[in-house]
């Protein structure tokens, strides 16, 4: 298994990127489609795959470790802490495929930067939890409580879902829990006071605020556990909220892409998330 951080050779690629275009605009160089992995002198495939550390690297290890190989495949893991330049390095063509990400997370995205992305069926959930370094139960959430809460859209929406459901807060009416922002928030009983934050910090920040909604893999990170450790979980059933893995637009017919997806679908799979999150703070989607 090899993985990797991830790197950039901007000043060469901006050149080569440059080159291309005026080639192409002149008429003497077609356009040719990415090439998807690379063939080794032993007849596999190596397949770069961005992905968070936990769960989605451990996953693919394990993939890489135990059933890449009768697949003719090899995993190179490219480990990214944060979200938004895992899309980049796809679009980019430093990757083959992102492993991280749901649908509204995605469909967000590629509202925002016009990404041509396919992507296959859900692997797992990680359920979004509450949690709080000061409190022992939501119904000790003070006045005028800080709650840390992510910026980016999706999972916004995701997070203020979870409060409503608990009856924290209410959002305006009509309003797709999945699109909402503080902004849509209509009945605020303890008078909250929202703190926006990337993902990555949320749980690393909690000793500053009372209490923060925090993505599962992110809790995992940080050894907090979303069932264990939460004052509040999310019900991880019928979730629209599985990830998933991503690829350019056409690349979804690659058959070592597609072999890879299938391996994320498989029987060993599904074992190694239950067996190495029995408490379900990683659930497998399929």
């Not at 679009?91 to 041509?116: R, S």
Request: glycine share 6%.
């Amino acid at each position: 298994m090899h993985t990797s951080t991830a790197r950039r050779s901007l000043s060469l690629s901006a050149v080569v990127a440059a080159s291309a275009l005026a080639l192409t605009g002149c008429g003497l160089m077609p356009e040719e489609e990415q090439a998807i992995g690379t063939e080794n002198d032993d007849g596999t495939v190596t397949l770069t795959v961005a992905a968070s550390p936990v769960p989605h690297a451990q996953i693919l290890q394990f993939i890489d470790e135990n059933l890449a190989a009768d697949e003719g495949l090899d995993i190179e893991i490219e480990e990214y802490s944060g979200y938004a330049e895992q899309n980049q390095a796809l679009e980019a063509g430093d990757v083959d495929a992102n492993y991280f990400q749901h649908e509204p997370y995605l469909e967000a995205e590629v509202e925002a930067n016009g990404y041509d992305f396919e992507h296959f069926s859900g692997v797992h959930i990680e359920p979004f939890a509450l949690f709080s370094n000061s409190l022992d139960d939501i119904e000790d959430l003070p006045e005028g409580a800080q709650v840390g809460i992510n910026n980016d859209p999706s999972n916004q929406g995701r997070g203020l879902a979870l409060l409503q459901e608990a009856g924290v807060i209410t959002l305006e009416e009509g309003v797709d829990p999945a699109d909402a922002a503080i902004n849509d928030v209509a009945e605020n009983p303890k008078d909250i006071e929202f703190v926006e934050a990337e993902a990555a910090s949320l749980a690393r920040t909690l000793d500053d605020v009372d209490a923060a909604v925090i993505n599962g893999n992110n809790a995992l990170e940080n050894d907090l556990s979303p069932t264990e450790d939460s004052l509040l979980v999310e019900d991880g059933q019928d979730s629209p909220y599985a990830n998933f893995l991503t690829v350019r637009a056409g690349d979804e017919e690659d058959e070592n892409i597609q072999a890879l997806d299938e391996l994320l679908h498989s029987d060993e799979v599904r074992s190694y998330i239950e067996d190495t999150w029995p408490d379900g703070e990683v659930q497998a989607a399929f």
